[in-house]
């Protein structure tokens, strides 16, 4: 049985699906050894969101830009109702706040997880603020990242670091409004070198679980030692309830936050088949970039990953789930993978352009973005761009 889908029920999940930039991406970042400066990237918070929003106009699909407390800092708490009224002013919205407990000399030995009180309640303030900011902003999704952890044996007391970490989760998720959510991040390694605190899925799961349902695990593909199977956590994660979100990046190491999709395509386009079969486009999960371009030049590179995002996902909905189905039935193990892999070999960039054009857009963003001439614009704009993020 063919059971294709139709191709108007394709161009409708395409034309909702929304990636969200993250406001880091658009400022000079890069790697610990060298960040390689561009001319014309933003200064302030209004300036990352007026080129997010060439990313929004060209590629129609990443209508809210995450913001890193305190790499996009207002002052007030007016100050980030007026960022929100500047985002909505350019067709967009603020999305997640991101958290960073991890730049202030005080964390060397840890932020919520810390042995001393007085470093563990400063990161709970911290905390408390981005909720503050969540208030004043609109955004739904409060993402924590924790840089804690161990170098060596011994350092600290590695169960007792996991009650310190529940203790201040908890304090947050009771300060969280209705329509607010906790997105827990976990990351294998990096900074520290012999344990996270919360180094993968199942630790952010755990304490997602005794949380409450709004707690929720975020994935960043980046984040896992290599040849880990990221779309068996998708699946398992959608199937729990508890799959928050992406932060989408491509990696052939460690956390090298390239463009998402660059990498490894097909891995990419295995994560959105899950988040397709477990209904994860209309689960209020999030996909989020996270990323940094320290070689290539930002907003194109941008462009280019929500692009690679949706043909990952154009893909996906382009698997033929009846003969698949029946493949797996019958046991039919080649059947079944040709099955994948000839949704994975169509060539989808017609459709996106077709689903553009329909949106009344240029079917081709890279190089609509590159008439624009808004490279130049800022270039000759801007002087003296601020480094945000990573290398900051
Ligand atoms: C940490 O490596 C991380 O992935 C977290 O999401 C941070 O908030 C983000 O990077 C900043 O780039
Ligand atoms: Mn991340
Ligand atoms: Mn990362």
New binding site residues.
Partial sequence: MTTRPDISTVKAALRTQAIET?S??YGN?GTRFKVFAQPGVPRTPREKLDDAARVHQHTGAAPTVAL?IPWDKCGSSGGYTELATYAEERGLRLGAI???V?QDDDYKLGSVCNPDPAVRRKALDHLLECVDIMDATGSRDL?L?F?DGTNYPGQDDIRARQDRLGEALATVYERLGDHQRMLI?Y?LF?PAFYTMDVPDWGTAYAHCLKLGEKAQV?V?T??HAPGTNIEFIVSLLLREGKLGGF?F?SRFYA?D?LMAGAADPFQLFRIMYEVVRGGGLDSGAAFML???HNVEAKIPAIIRSVMNVQEATAKALLVDAGALGEAQAAGDVLAANAVLMDAYSTDVRPLLAEVREEAGIDPDPMAAYRRSGWAQKIVDERVGGTQS??GA
């Fill in positions: 993250p880091w991406a970042s890193h991101n958290s960073n991890f993402k990242w840089s991040e990351k990096e975020v960043d980046g984040h932060d990046n956390d936050d996270d990323q940094c993020g990573w």
